[in-house]
T-cell receptor, first 109, second 114 residues
Framework: GQSLEQPSEVTAVEGAIVQINCTYQ??????LSWYQQHDGGAPTFLSY????GLEETGRFSSFLSRSDSYGYLLLQELQMKDSASYFC??????????FGGGTRVLVKP | NAGVTQTPKFQVLKTGQSMTLQCAQD?????MYWYRQDPGMGLRLIYY???????DKGEVPNGYNVSRLNKREFSLRLESAAPSQTSVYFC?????????????FGPGTRLLVL
């Protein structure tokens, strides 16, 4: 089976850096994805790591360590619009994504 | 290019009623998915279709049926709605580029079963 664990909530101030950790236990692993979802909205794709290391896309970076079954999403220079829920997801065999429970990020002025 | 569209946006049903949620994508993607999301929770896969003509069960398929009508359309049917099916339903389609899969989600259907 598949399971992904991430913290339920993180609070930070504008301009700060937030790291959202994701640990996973899977019977098959092809890569770790991250999605953002604003309240009342649909999830949107942020990043994907298939190999170990850091992927940087603007203010957001994602990291993967396959040997540790661990990844994280790093949000830098936080802005109010970054207040949202962030989900890690594992793509396993059968072309299916399994999502973690999500981390709600609250950015304060 | 509308992406992934879903109808209806909102629906209220009584226990035992049936309904079909519609989903269409115009991105020529092979794979399509139906998820449900309960308040404060992640998405759980109900059914998916890897290509036209094929469907497979996901994590929570009980109480649902699906039809992959053609490459564009993937519908979800509740034959006899139950209050436990009150949720937000998201349809998605995906593409694979250079080994990376990206899923594109529709706006969701908010369903209340009384």
């Amino acid at each position: 089976g598949q399971s992904l664990e991430q913290p339920s909530e993180v609070t930070a101030v504008e301009g700060a850096i937030v790291q959202i950790n994701c640990t996973y236990q899977t019977s098959g692993f092809y890569g770790l994805s991250w999605y953002q979802q604003h309240d009342g909205g649909a999830p949107t794709f942020l990043s994907y790591n298939a190999l170990d290391g850091l992927e940087e896309t603007g203010r957001f970076s994602s990291f993967l360590s396959r040997s540790d079954s661990y990844g994280y999403l790093l949000l830098q220079e936080l802005q109010m619009k970054d207040s949202a829920s962030y989900f890690c997801a594992n793509k396993a065999a059968g072309n299916k994504l399994t999502f973690g429970g999500g981390t709600r990020v609250l950015v304060k002025p | 290019n509308a992406g992934v569209t879903q109808t209806p946006k909102f629906q209220v049903l009584k226990t035992g009623q049936s309904m079909t949620l519609q989903c269409a994508q115009d991105m020529n993607h092979n794979s399509m998915y139906w998820y449900r999301q309960d308040p404060g929770m992640g998405l759980r896969l109900i059914y998916y279709s890897a290509s036209e003509g094929t469907t497979d069960k996901g994590e929570v398929p009980n109480g649902y049926n699906v039809s992959r009508l053609n490459k564009r359309e993937f519908s979800l049917r509740l034959e006899s709605a139950a209050p436990s099916q009150t949720s937000v339903y998201f349809c998605a389609s995906s593409e694979m580029t250079s080994g990376q899969e990206t899923q594109y989600f529709g706006p969701g259907t908010r369903l209340l079963v009384l």
